[in-house]
């Protein structure tokens, strides 16, 4: 009867939205974790099993895709774990020295020209069938290769390349370098301690200068600037000093800020270079 049929209706309806919040609760949980996977702060496999997981709505599919942005290796997740460990507050920044310009087998380069203009006249430029040079001290080394000859050069990296992996610098940005995080990212490249330029910020030709632009003060009174130059991981300070003596700002940051910068500006992402070719 009546007095039978309302307490289960809406015994069924609070059991249908209490369903309900679980779910769009889990779904959220869900895309935090996605993005937490991310920027490498937490392995892939240690909730894809779990129950919460699997209840999140049309998380399945959303793994699938995600989940590919994940660092190929676990190089990244082990370096971030181990800068918490250390308590710092923030990546150690290294002065400009003398480093390595790796520029094109044939053609000119206008990045490996400028580079070598803005440093102290001691950097050794070489082509990617050359040794590095011996030194038993870390250096900077710049990679201005264009990105249609990044994954080859990647893939024969000639053994003195490979001792010395972790001070490669690679650059992103505009029409001519676009961006490049799919390669880097299939060779476990992409992390904070691997050094990414962002060029959007700069032009080389007829003279080097800087083309951010300046967008007056924020609420704090600071200078608020778009497009400009930034750099994240180990010789993050020694790029951005040596841009910044030559009249070019370049910020610095972990990764993750780097990232945002990267792609919070549309001509950066126009071009997404992939094996061979941009798409």
């Given amino acids: 009867d009546d007095d039978t049929m309302t307490p289960l209706f809406f015994l069924h309806a609070s059991a249908s939205i209490t369903d309900g919040l679980m779910t769009a609760s889990m779904t959220i949980i869900a895309v935090i974790l996605l993005a937490m996977m991310s920027a490498g702060r937490v392995e892939v496999a240690a909730f894809t099993h779990s129950p919460c997981w699997r209840r999140a709505a049309g998380v399945s599919s959303l793994l699938s895709t995600l989940s590919m942005a994940t660092w190929s290796d ?34 000119s380069s206008e990045l490996a020209e400028g580079l070598c203009g803005m440093g102290f006249g001691n950097d050794v430029v070489i082509t990617p069938d050359q ?40 650059f992103s940005g505009g029409l001519t370098f676009g961006n490049v995080e799919k390669v880097l990212k299939d060779y476990g490249y992409c992390r904070d301690t691997m050094t990414q330029v962002l060029v959007t910020g700069m032009k080389f030709s007829p003279r080097i200068d800087d083309i951010s632009v300046n967008l007056g003060n924020d609420a704090q009174g600071e200078v608020k600037l778009a497009g400009e130059c930034c750099a994240c991981g180990k010789w993050q300070g020694s790029i951005a000093q040596r841009l910044e003596r030559n009249g070019v700002r370049c910020k610095t940051g972990f990764y993750r800020e780097w990232r945002r910068s990267m792609v919070s500006n549309p001509g950066n992402t126009l071009f997404c270079f992939r094996g061979n070719g941009f798409i």
Wanted: cysteine-free.
């Fill in 74 to 107: 676990s190089r990244a997740v082990r370096e971030y774990q181990d800068f918490l460990a250390s308590g710092q507050q923030e990546i150690s920044i290294t002065p400009d020295k003398p480093s390595v310009i790796v520029r094109p087998a044939e053609g």
């Fill in 131 to 170: 040794e590095l040079p011996y030194s038993e001290e870390p250096y900077p080394i710049y990679i201005t290769i264009p990105p249609t000859q990044l994954k080859k050069f990647l893939t024969t990296l000639p053994d003195s390349f490979r001792e010395r992996r972790d001070d490669f610098v690679f």
